[in-house]
């Protein structure tokens, strides 16, 4: 089956710096990619997604790039703020049945 | 996000009873799911169903059980409690297999 491994697990920056958050799959078969933020003690929301056929997706300060061949996907956070502190799981949908396959995740601190 | 919701959002039950967590949504959505979320582990999981009278396993389906009479409600019973079922239980549902999932608040299970 698929299994997900992201990197780091922790990652301070400081308020206005970016910040990269890598994954990588492992059964080539996955097609969609969605990216959840995770506040504490919230539920996971949704903040982007890409697809299998698109290389690269962009909303305001978030960008996700996804490269196939190499089974990898990263997220992209310009100009961070605090609020943009919180836990980010990647995840990796299967192509053949529902299972979402997630990240271990990764905690994200941004310093005022 | 008030279209799926859990409950209870805190239960605490001993080992060897029976407990279980209820989720219901609003959105007709097809597809529905259950996580479990521990420390260094993300979200992995634990049942999904398809639609009404469909579910599958997951990865960490052993001691849990689900039923999908109708679309809107998909409860998970442990059928004999463990410590190790000790977690943060996510609902979740989708409208069709290629989008990502929308969580409920989650219910945080002790088992003692």
């Known amino acids: 089956g698929e299994n997900v491994e992201q990197h780091p697990s922790t990652l301070s920056v400081q308020e206005g710096d970016s910040a990269v958050i890598k994954c990588t799959y492992s059964d080539s078969a996955s097609n969609y990619f969605p990216w959840y933020k995770q506040e504490l003690g919230k539920r996971p929301q949704l903040i982007i997604d890409?697809?299998?056929?698109?290389g690269e997706k962009k909303d305001q300060r978030i960008a996700v790039t996804l490269n196939k061949t190499a089974k990898h996907f990263s997220l992209h956070i310009t100009e961070t703020q605090p609020e943009d502190s919180a836990v980010y799981f990647c995840?990796?949908?299967?192509?053949?049945?529902?299972?979402?396959?997630f990240g271990p995740g990764t905690r994200l601190s941004v310093l005022p | 996000d008030a279209g799926i919701t859990q409950s209870p959002r805190y239960k605490i039950t001993e080992t060897g009873r029976q407990v279980t967590l209820m989720c219901h949504q609003t959105w007709s959505h097809s597809y529905m799911f259950w996580y479990r979320q521990d420390l260094g582990h993300g979200l992995r999981l634990i049942y999904y169903?398809?639609?009404?009278?469909?579910?599958d396993k997951g990865e960490v389906s052993d001691g849990y059980v689900v039923s999908r009479s109708k679309t809107e409600n998909f409860p998970l019973t442990l059928e004999s409690a463990t410590r190790s079922q000790t977690s943060v239980y996510f609902c979740?549902?989708?409208?069709?297999?290629?989008?990502?999932?929308?969580f409920g608040s989650g219910t945080r299970l002790t088992v003692v």
């Open positions: 979740a549902s989708s409208e069709s297999p290629g989008q990502g999932l929308t």
């Open positions: 995840a990796a949908k299967e192509n053949y049945g529902q299972n979402f396959v």
């Open positions: 169903s398809a639609a009404a009278d469909i579910t």
């Open positions: 890409i697809r299998s056929n698109v």
